[in-house]
């Protein structure tokens, strides 16, 4: 074969690496290097350093370490079967990329996955080394994720938790029907149980909870993640969210990634040809964020068929279904009550909550509180203000989706 | 009137020190008029005349002693100064006054922090988030070029212009996060220079660009690789790296071609496909790939009937759990202990009885004399059954399809094991293995008959003794339990 550059490398392995959706670098342990011993600082909220005209953010030097793999995963561009051009990171490349780029700024750390090569075990002890060379010979201390391989050995996950902040391993599909369909020599169980032994990890490194609460973890401080894909099999918004909540409880996930099927490259066979939109990841998210923050049980969410609404946020869609809880009254609800009020957020709860201790909430204040009105109007009653008959309005769903666009004249 | 010329550098530490001073002698804030750097022509300045102060201030004696002693007089939260300070960044010609009046009015208590509904409160906040804003893509768009060093430590310089100057502010952060290279970021106004560990800040004299660095070729490179021509959203783009930025970042350049080309690439990929590797070929690797994945064929029975209950679909709850739980402990035990099913911590560790009820159950067991590793534990129903909620996994009680389902393998278990006792605890146990799971309470104690005839002792199910609230009730119950398992242990030693 022949040798291929390292910017060539780099350009086969990161084009590889661009359908893992995750680039949190939040969160973990906090490090920094003011000691002048080392490069690097973590810990705090995760910065953007760049954003590619698909909307992504580019936080971490996401790449794979190979693209070679033994599996044959339908819906992934480097699947055995697959004609794509393949390369190989060495170690020390991968390490002098991320150190590089680093200094320069241009990363919060390293993301690294990798092709499954001779054996799920091989593959993950070079993943390991990386990270060690990174950790122990550039003294770095900025934010490192290691995707770990199904099945590998317990030493390595040992040894991987130790050295990366955070871990994670994709469940792929929604089902565990489909992922048999597409990927074949991947196991669901075998998944779950990576899963299982990251949690039990994270909590043996703690070391007993302290006066203020729990200890951060030392093993894979930041966590673990995971990422399913949306659109290639047939599941419909509730079976993925089903699984979501399902897994966020059995696992203490930081975050299920959705990732709408892009069609790649070389699509193998069993894969639709078209795209799902990309509207449906983002109503994903939002429903997960429902889910997670506000309070949503999964069988609120998605109507009768079991999709979102593509047209309407999952939480007006909600609210236009059960107008009979609404208004709600600002000055008296339940934090419950107000959390599910299109247009308060989080914070804006938390800040109405505050400010109704110190007098009447009125609806001017809403605004410099956070609210959109534009979206919470209808929904609520606060000093001077009621919604009268705008709840009941037949057009109330108009309001909120978008306008249908007229056909033109011939 | 009075006149403050505040410097371009360390502005902020200037006008807290001003601003006490011009406290503690009572200047009220309409008569005082703010500026950077050099006079501004006020004609009202100059009118005022009598105290009007201009240029630096005088450091005499009595002057600093006034300055100490003001502290005392004005009292403003930590958290308040810190959003004035943040907002005394801002490029709002207003920022300097609005900050003193607002320490006077908090300090005599005419205003709370935090009440939006406050003009002067609202204005803070909103250009303290402005320029958290500005920090943030500081942090974010900076970009170092290497530059030759003096000493062992590496050297890299970046010029960056942000919207407000916020480089005071936001600079300790490079310090922290890159403490072992020696860095320069110059701003139109004010340079941030870390060299040997020490943070300083001047005025930028020279307004030149560091020249380019190779490794922005390999930089343009990940950048063109990762984009996505699939899902083009310049929009969601522009809004998080706005275009000011694009000037001073290398990668900025890419982005009018990438937008351009990224349709043609991505119905080249359409019209490229398919050129997956022939069907036959496919199936090779695919071979090659399951025997290099394959797990040795376990050599015992139980190991083998362990592996296909870990198969086992036949209701959905396996499926959302980690997986099935087998039985552990000796193939030839004489007691087999049957649960309900396993909870959270033995899904988690693929293992029974390691939870919260496993843990009584250990400890009751050698309580009563009951060798615990030489008794067969397993579960009634294999897989656990839990409602999610937040964080947390609900136990649920399996229904009877289920009970009936998982039978099957606790049926094969048994025969395999061949216990000459089971102790059923729980009414899911007795329910697989007698038939019925009713009347727990009355029926404990007693020995029932599997349906093959083997003698089945049943008991409660260790975790009903952890949810007892009562003490006294607990401790009695829990002797009664203890009671049982030592009746296990005489009547298995007496049958093996």
């Given at each position: 074969m022949v040798k291929r550059t390292l910017s060539e490398k780099l350009s086969i392995l990161s084009d590889a690496a661009k359908y893992d959706a995750s680039c949190a670098s939040s969160g973990g342990e906090r490090r920094d290097s003011r000691d002048g011993k080392g490069l690097g600082s973590a810990g705090g909220s995760g910065i953007c350093h760049a954003y590619a005209p698909d909307g992504r953010c580019i936080s971490l030097l996401k790449i794979l370490m190979t693209n070679f793999c033994i599996y044959d995963c339908a819906y992934c561009i480097n699947r055995a079967s697959s004609r794509v051009e393949r390369a190989r990171f060495s170690v020390e490349e991968v390490v002098s990329l991320t150190v590089e780029f680093y200094r320069r700024n241009y990363i919060?750390?390293?993301?690294?996955?990798?092709?499954?090569?001779?054996?799920?075990?091989?593959?993950?002890?070079?993943?390991?080394?990386?990270?060690?060379?990174?950790?122990?010979?550039?003294?770095?201390?900025?934010?490192?994720?290691?995707?770990?391989?199904?099945?590998?050995?317990?030493?390595?996950?040992?040894?991987?938790?130790?050295?990366?902040?955070?871990?994670?391993?994709?469940?792929?599909?929604?089902?565990?029907?489909?992922?048999?369909?597409?990927?074949?020599?991947?196991?669901?169980?075998?998944?779950?149980?990576?899963?299982?032994?990251?949690?039990?990890?994270?909590?043996?490194?703690?070391?007993?909870?302290?006066?203020?609460?729990?200890?951060?973890?030392?093993?894979?401080?930041?966590?673990q993640s995971t990422q399913v894909i949306v659109g290639a099999d047939g599941a419909d918004d509730r079976t993925i969210l089903t699984q979501s909540s399902?897994?966020?409880?059995?696992?203490?996930?930081?975050?299920?990634?959705?990732?709408?099927?892009?069609?790649?490259?070389?699509?193998?066979?069993?894969?639709?040809?078209?795209?799902?939109?990309l509207v449906r990841e983002h109503r994903?998210?939002?429903?997960?964020?429902?889910?997670?923050?506000?309070?949503?049980?999964?069988?609120?969410?998605?109507?009768?068929?079991?999709?979102l609404d593509l047209e309407i946020d999952p939480k007006t869609a909600w609210a236009l279904e059960h107008r009979e809880r609404f208004p709600v009254d600002v000055n008296r609800a339940s934090r419950e009550d107000l959390l599910r009020v299109p247009g308060f957020g989080t914070k804006?709860?938390?800040?109405?909550?505050?400010?109704?201790?110190?007098?009447?909430?009125?609806?001017?204040?809403?605004?410099?509180?956070?609210?959109?009105?534009?979206?919470?109007?209808p929904f609520i009653i606060a000093g001077g203000w009621s919604p009268r008959g705008m709840l009941e309005a037949e057009a109330l769903r108009a309001r909120f989706a978008p306008q249908p666009e007229q056909m033109a004249l011939f | 009137m009075r006149q403050v010329i505040l410097p371009r550098v360390h502005t902020v530490a200037a006008w807290r020190r001003e601003a006490r001073a011009l406290a503690a002698e009572g200047v009220p804030a309409e008569d005082v008029i703010w500026s950077v750097g050099e006079a501004p022509r006020d004609l009202f300045a100059g009118a005022s005349g009598?105290?009007?102060?201009?240029?630096?201030?005088?450091?005499?004696?009595?002057?600093?002693?006034?300055?100490?002693?003001?502290?005392?007089r004005l009292r403003v939260s930590r958290k308040a100064l810190d959003s004035i300070e943040s907002?005394?960044?801002?490029?709002?010609?207003?920022?300097?006054?609005?900050?003193?009046?607002?320490?006077?009015?908090?300090?005599?208590?005419?205003?709370?922090?935090?009440?939006?509904?406050?003009?002067?409160?609202?204005?803070?906040?909103?250009?303290?988030?402005?320029i958290g804003r500005d920090i943030h893509k500081m942090h974010a768009f900076v970009r170092f070029r290497e530059v030759p060093a003096d000493g062992p430590r590496r050297a890299f310089a970046a010029w960056f212009e942000p919207e407000h100057n916020c480089v005071e502010r936001g600079t300790p952060f490079f310090a922290k996060r890159f403490g072992d290279m020696d860095w320069v970021i110059a701003t139109p106004s004010v340079t941030a220079r870390f060299e040997g560990g020490r943070l300083s800040f001047e005025e930028t004299v020279s307004q030149q660009r560091p020249p380019e660095d190779a490794t922005e070729d390999l930089w343009r490179t990940y950048y063109a690789s990762i984009f996505n021509p699939a899902r083009v959203m310049v929009k969601a783009m522009c809004a998080e790296m706005p275009k000011k930025y694009w000037k001073n970042l290398p990668e900025a350049e890419l982005i009018p071609g990438l937008v351009r080309d990224a349709e043609a690439r991505v119905r080249e990929m359409a019209e490229t496909a398919p050129a997956s590797m022939p069907d036959r070929r496919t199936e090779s690797l695919r071979e090659t790939t399951r025997a290099l994945l394959a797990e040795a064929e376990p050599q015992d029975a139980l190991g083998r009937l362990n592996r296909q209950i870990g198969a086992c679909a036949r209701c959905g709850i396996c499926a959302q759990a980690t997986g099935a739980v087998p039985g552990e402990g000796p193939a030839d035990a004489a007691l087999m202990a049957v649960g309900e099913q396993p909870g959270?911590?033995?899904?988690?560790?693929?293992?029974?009885?390691?939870?919260?009820?496993?843990?009584?159950?250990?400890?009751?067991?050698?309580?009563?004399?009951?060798?615990r590793a030489a008794v067969y534990v397993t579960n009634a129903v294999k897989g656990f059954k839990f409602a999610p909620r937040g964080k947390r996994r609900i136990h649920q009680r399996p229904d009877a399809g289920e009970v009936a389902h998982c039978r099957w393998w606790l049926d094969l278990e048994r025969q395999l094991v061949r216990p000459k006792l089971i102790?059923?605890?729980?009414?899911?146990?007795?329910?697989?293995?007698?038939?019925?799971?009713?009347?727990?309470?009355?029926?404990?104690?007693?020995?029932?008959?599997?349906?093959?005839?083997?003698?089945?002792?049943?008991?409660?199910?260790?975790s009903y003794l952890l949810r007892l609230p009562d003490r006294a009730r607990a401790e009695a119950e829990t002797e009664r339990f203890r009671g049982d398992l030592a009746a296990a242990a005489r009547i298995a030693d007496s049958l093996a």
């Open positions: 919060e750390g390293l993301f690294l996955s990798s092709g499954i090569i001779r054996s799920p075990d091989d593959t993950m002890a070079d993943m390991v080394r990386i990270a060690r060379t990174l950790r122990e010979q550039e003294g770095f201390r900025g934010y490192i994720h290691l995707k770990t391989i199904p099945s590998a050995s317990q030493e390595l996950l040992d040894e991987a938790g130790r050295w990366a902040d955070r871990l994670s391993i994709n469940i792929e599909m929604p089902t565990e029907q489909s992922l048999s369909r597409f990927a074949p020599e991947k196991s669901a169980k075998g998944i779950r149980k990576s899963m299982a032994d990251v949690r039990l990890r994270r909590e043996a490194s703690r070391e007993g909870p302290t006066f203020r609460g729990k200890r951060p973890a030392k093993f894979a401080p930041a966590g399902s897994l966020y409880a059995s696992y203490g996930l930081s975050r299920v990634y959705y990732s709408a099927f892009s069609p790649i490259p070389d699509p193998a066979k069993a894969l639709p040809l078209k795209a799902p939109p994903l998210y939002q429903a997960d964020w429902l889910l997670r923050f506000y309070g949503f049980g999964v069988e609120e969410i998605g109507g009768r068929s079991g999709m804006t709860v938390g800040r109405i909550l505050a400010a109704r201790r110190r007098g009447l909430v009125r609806y001017e204040h809403l605004k410099a509180m956070g609210a959109v009105l534009k979206n919470a109007k | 009598g105290g009007g102060r201009t240029g630096a201030l005088p450091r005499t004696p009595e002057y600093l002693a006034r300055e100490e002693g003001a502290g005392d907002a005394l960044c801002h490029s709002d010609p207003e920022r300097f006054g609005r900050g003193y009046r607002l320490v006077l009015r908090l300090s005599a208590g005419a205003v709370t922090w935090g009440d939006r509904a406050d003009r002067d409160v609202r204005a803070v906040l909103e250009h303290a988030m402005a959270d911590r033995e899904d988690l560790a693929g293992r029974p009885f390691v939870g919260p009820a496993g843990q009584v159950f250990d400890r009751e067991a050698q309580a009563a004399g009951l060798d102790l059923g605890m729980g009414a899911t146990a007795a329910e697989a293995l007698t038939g019925s799971g009713r009347d727990i309470g009355r029926r404990r104690g007693r020995i029932e008959e599997a349906s093959d005839g083997t003698p089945v002792l049943l008991t409660v199910h260790p």
